[in-house]
């Protein structure tokens, strides 16, 4: 089959249902845009040295840790999940839930701290998001998960960095 044929029968797959379904962008809560983080203006290569190779891929180049490997997967305490990089706060306890997947799941971010884009690597288009102020990949948001919202917020372990409640949140880096 030529490229072109491929595209097309593609671009008229894209009109399914289930797959309009699978697209839908997930916007952020009212009131919270990625305009209330001051997004920083450093290239990837900035934060290479102050964090672990595996979640430099993770974070910088878009890589995904193997499914079960985080042990904030069973973090069960109160805090805040922090990114691995900037240590901007990102997602409450609170939220937190055990989707059985084998990353770190929440149903919803903390408000504007995140950004969100469309990502097409499986050919079939997600909702990928970023720390909205390093830019740092940080999962992908897909919509089983429990109500009232639906979605499921399905994080890279390596992407974050989790502080126990009553510990001070760090200062941010960047």
């Not at 499914?67 to 901007?88: H, I, Q, Y």
């Not at 390093?134 to 992908?140: A, V």
Request: glycine share 8%.
């Amino acid at each position: 089959m030529k490229r072109r044929s491929v595209l097309k029968y593609l671009g008229a797959a894209a009109t399914l249902p289930w797959l309009s379904a699978c697209a839908r962008t997930v916007a952020p809560p009212a009131g919270s845009d990625a305009a209330t983080v001051k997004a920083l203006d450093v290239p990837p290569a900035f934060w290479r040295d102050k964090v672990s190779p595996a979640a430099f891929k993770v974070l910088f180049e878009e890589d995904t840790e193997r499914s079960g490997s985080s042990p904030l997967n069973a973090e069960k305490r109160a805090g805040t999940f922090l990114c691995a990089a900037c240590w901007s706060p990102l997602f409450a306890s609170e939220h937190k839930f055990e989707s059985g997947t084998g990353w770190p799941s929440f149903t919803q971010a903390l408000p504007g701290r995140t950004a969100t884009k469309r990502d097409f690597v499986l050919m079939i288009p997600r909702t990928e998001y970023h720390c909205a102020r390093c830019g740092g990949h940080q999962g992908h948001i897909f919509h089983d998960g429990p109500p009232p919202l639906g979605t499921r917020w399905c994080n890279n372990g390596l992407a974050l960095r989790f502080v126990p409640e009553g510990q001070p949140l760090p200062a941010l880096r960047g």
